[in-house]
């Protein structure tokens, strides 16, 4: 067995024992392989392991690897994105993790409307205020959410969040649960085009406190793919 696969057995192991201990369905949470900086060979032996789902964060890194593989792979992007980039996802990612702002959303909705698609993406949030990542503010979600539901060829399928970092896993569950009560304030505004069905949150370290709070994918990379440079 592959040093992934036995990874990849683990964190699945982990994710059952969590969903166990917290009453949930392990049905309930999906595992996304973050594999940005890590060659195509790699995301092949997850592959060959059985995984499916893959999480890139670069335009062009994924579009290479995506090229590469030929793999019926199903890609998620995750990371922070400029407008002039979507082009090079459209139709080739199941759902973008990381819409922040209006201008990005529209630009989506245009380009997915070009291939007569609608594209499902995630509204991300910077929940710790933190100037360095992205993620639009908490203050401006129901704005924010209701002007990007007006948008023809989109649907907000859920939430995701990048939390500070904390040591202890546990420091990270009050931004969990407050993307999960987001996402509840979001669903009771009955916005056309949005269902809050999945919670992206939680990464190597602190998936199954994520898991304990609601999160349906979780976005693992060093725990599966190692360290990266
Ligand atoms: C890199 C990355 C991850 C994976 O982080 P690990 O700590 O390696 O599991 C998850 N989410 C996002 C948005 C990332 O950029």
Redesign the pocket.
């Known amino acids: 067995m592959s040093e992934i696969a036995t990874n990849l057995t683990l964190i699945r192991q982990q994710i059952d024992l969590v969903c166990q201990s917290c009453g949930r369905d392990p049905q309930s949470v999906r595992l996304?392989a973050?594999s940005?900086k890590k060659p195509a060979t790699l995301i092949r032996d997850a592959y060959n392991a059985g995984q499916k789902l893959f999480?890139e964060?670069y335009v062009q890194e994924f579009s290479q690897k995506a090229e590469e593989l030929e793999l019926p792979l199903e890609w998620h992007f995750?990371?922070g994105l400029q407008s002039n980039k979507v082009k090079y996802l459209c139709g080739k990612t199941a759902l973008i993790?990381?819409v922040d702002r209006y201008s990005l959303a529209q630009e989506i909705s245009t380009q997915w409307a070009k291939i007569g698609l609608t594209a499902d993406i995630l509204l991300q949030f910077n929940l710790g205020g933190e100037a360095t990542k992205s993620g639009a503010d908490e203050s401006e979600a129901l704005e924010l959410a209701k002007r990007i539901c007006a948008l023809p060829h989109l649907r907000v399928r859920g939430l995701?969040a990048?939390p500070p970092y904390f040591d202890d896993p546990e420091e990270v569950r009050p931004y969990f649960r407050r993307l999960r009560l987001l996402g509840e304030q979001l669903s009771a505004a009955q916005l056309p085009n949005l269902v809050i069905e999945e919670l992206s949150m939680g990464?190597?370290?602190d998936?199954e406190v994520a898991i304990e709070e609601g999160a349906t994918l979780v976005?693992?990379?060093?725990?599966?793919?190692g360290a990266?440079d």
Not at 219 to 225: H, L
């Open positions: 996304l973050v940005k999480g964060s995750i990371g993790h990381s995701m990048l990464m190597s370290h998936f976005r693992v990379g060093t725990a599966i793919f990266r």
